[in-house]
């Protein structure tokens, strides 16, 4: 079974850029989670998707933004890209059997804004 | 609102001693907390995780962590270290069991031969 898949798995941007990063998660599972895994920061929420609705939002500007799709595949877009955007972007899915708490995780797409 | 401090940013161990990585929460409800490990060059995965019931929670790899309310505290131990466990350790915790997540800024552990 193919666990959540990121692409690109690098992406180098210039300020002021848009930057769209993309997600399939696990077969079956119908929730995807975005974070932010910035040096020294440890992972900030972004964003919270399930069946196709944004169901919570984390303390980041309206430049920061995405959807889901009917395949529950994901899409985050970052708008007017600044410096201290440079982080890794990670994806999770779960399984939408009752809240357990274990998120699946890709590896991760590395945005860098020069 | 909910947040989790993991005070040692790094902590370096030798092969086959005992470690413990510390996690305190913040939280005004009932919480759920869990470890996650990301091992080199990998992603996050689930280490272990209590939601209810017996305080003392296990891995299958021998780590454990015990829920702890009086000092909100959860913190993780091993008896004894391998040279596999080079990684980075994430706590978290889900407040009043609401699907969101808020992890601490993570711990470097490195194994010392």
């Known amino acids: 079974e193919a666990g959540v898949t990121q692409s690109p798995t690098h992406l180098i941007k210039t300020r002021g850029q848009q930057a769209t990063l993309r997600c399939s998660p696990i077969s079956g599972h119908t929730s995807v989670y975005w974070y932010q895994q910035a040096l020294g920061l440890g992972l900030q929420f972004l964003l919270w998707?399930?069946?196709?609705?944004?169901?919570n939002r984390g303390n980041f500007p309206p430049r920061f933004s995405g959807r889901q799709f009917p395949n529950y595949s994901s899409e985050l877009n970052v708008n007017a890209l600044e410096l201290e955007d440079s982080a890794l972007y990670l994806c999770?899915?779960?399984?939408?059997?009752?809240?357990?708490?274990?998120?699946?995780f890709g590896e991760g797409s590395r945005l860098t804004v020069l | 609102a909910q947040s989790v401090t993991q005070l040692d940013s790094q902590v370096p161990v030798f092969e086959e001693a005992p470690v413990e990585l510390r996690c305190n929460y913040s939280?005004?409800?009932?919480?759920?907390l869990f470890w996650y490990v990301q091992y080199p060059n990998q992603g996050l995965q689930l280490l272990l995780k209590?939601?209810?019931?017996?305080?003392l929670v296990e891995s299958i790899n021998g780590f454990e962590a015990e829920f702890n309310k009086s000092q909100t505290s959860f913190h993780l131990r091993k008896p004894s270290v391998h040279i596999s466990d080079t990684a980075e350790y994430f706590c978290?915790?889900?407040?009043?069991?609401?699907?969101?997540?808020?992890f601490g800024t993570g711990t470097r552990l490195t194994i010392i031969p």
């Open positions: 998707y399930d069946e196709g609705e944004e169901r």
């Open positions: 978290a915790v889900s407040e009043g069991g609401n699907e969101k997540l808020t």
């Open positions: 999770a899915s779960n399984g939408g059997q009752g809240w357990t708490g274990e998120l699946f």
């Open positions: 209590y939601l209810s019931g017996s305080t």
């Open positions: 939280s005004s409800v009932s919480v759920y």
